[in-house]
């Protein structure tokens, strides 16, 4: 069987509810770096046609599949999912806008041009909002649709985001499912730079089938990578999301997701050695039995520590938190190789 087949087995067990098509799937605000400076931020990610990659079997560990519209949306529910995402940001002065689909905001067959349009024209009239970031795959980028979202946006700011997860072709496809390689990355990236977009990279730590030392190593070596094809890189650790094959293994106890530790110490060595890259990870899930966890102990306070760092970019932030637990985590790094692909679970 294939990995992709066995995720789509996966896929068509899940029954999903339907939903109304006029409201978001999701909305929040934050903070993030925006050219140095902290700038509060809202993100929306629109109930949309649904990821194209993700309805023919799709990636691993992603359950964003499911929130995809039951029926298409029309214009006006692109509107209305807007217009009531944007209610969480009326009291900011000002603030960034991070667009995200259970796939590619530039696959028109996900979002239709229209609807793209109305969005870009939208957050472009209001002046509060001072950048607008949009993730996609990298094969939905050209230099038109890349110039087209920029005239929208009246030269706001405009980042594209890219789920390159690693540098490694072997594991993108074998680990992870994604479906295109680092070269596609690389065209799509110089395409968005060439015509006046900057880039963001997202890394995953630890998709499945490798162990600690390796997914760490992995993730050290894609920041090398990557560096010279992005403005920022965010690192993702992975979460057990529902109806994936990282649950299904994570069920089985054939899959933990990464401990807290190894991010602190992918950080410091990444910060060391891109000094002026800005690098960041929000530990989704941390502390819990599905997502990054170290012990009880300690991964709330580690978890702030991240969040930190990935604000201030100081070093320092990532050393404020000890625990008695990372001498386990050490024996993982050090043993996990030999156990064959079985985790160790703490």
């Not at 409201?23 to 990610?45: F, K, M, R």
């Not at 029926?71 to 009531?84: F, G, I, N, S």
């Not at 891109?274 to 599905?290: C, F, N, T, Y």
Request: charged share 30%; aromatic share 8%.
């Amino acid at each position: 069987m294939t990995l992709n087949k066995a995720v789509m087995e996966i896929r068509q067990r899940i029954k999903v509810k339907p939903s109304p098509t006029d409201e978001p799937a999701a909305s929040w605000t934050g903070v993030d770096l925006v050219n140095g400076s902290q700038v509060n931020t809202l993100t929306i990610i629109f109930k949309s046609a649904g990821c194209r990659w993700g309805k023919a079997g799709g990636c691993t560990m992603c359950g964003y599949v499911y929130d995809c519209a039951s029926e298409l949306p029309t214009l006006e529910d692109y509107k209305a999912q807007l217009a009531r995402a944007m209610e969480k940001a009326e009291k900011f002065p000002e603030f960034m806008v991070k667009i995200f689909t259970s796939g590619s905001f530039l696959d028109e067959l996900e979002v239709p041009i229209e609807a793209r349009d109305t969005i870009l024209k939208t957050l472009a009239d209001n002046p509060r909002v001072v950048k607008v970031l949009v993730e996609t795959r990298p094969n939905f980028v050209t230099e038109e649709n890349v110039q087209e979202c920029l005239k929208t946006l009246k030269s706001k700011p405009f980042e594209l985001a890219f789920g390159l997860e690693t540098s490694s072709d072997r594991i993108r496809r074998d680990s992870i499912n994604k479906g295109f390689t680092f070269e596609d990355f690389i065209r799509a990236a110089e395409t968005a730079r060439k015509n006046g977009a900057t880039v963001k990279a997202y890394l995953m730590l630890k998709p499945p089938f490798l162990s600690e030392r390796q997914a760490m190593e992995d993730i050290i070596r894609s920041i090398d990578d990557a560096a010279p094809y992005a403005d920022t890189i965010s690192i993702n650790l992975c979460n057990v999301q529902k109806g994936t094959l990282v649950e299904a293994l994570w069920e089985k106890g054939q899959y933990r997701p990464p401990w807290l530790w190894s991010i602190v110490e992918i950080l410091k060595r990444a910060k060391a050695a891109h000094p002026d890259l800005p690098l960041m990870s929000d530990p989704v899930g941390a502390g819990s039995k599905r997502g990054p966890h170290n012990c009880k102990l300690c991964s709330s306070d580690v978890a702030d520590s991240l969040r930190a760092f990935s604000l201030t970019q100081n070093p320092e932030d990532l050393n404020k938190t000890d625990c008695e637990c990372k001498e386990l985590w050490k024996k993982v790094l050090e043993l996990e190789d030999f156990t064959y692909g079985t985790p160790i679970l703490d």
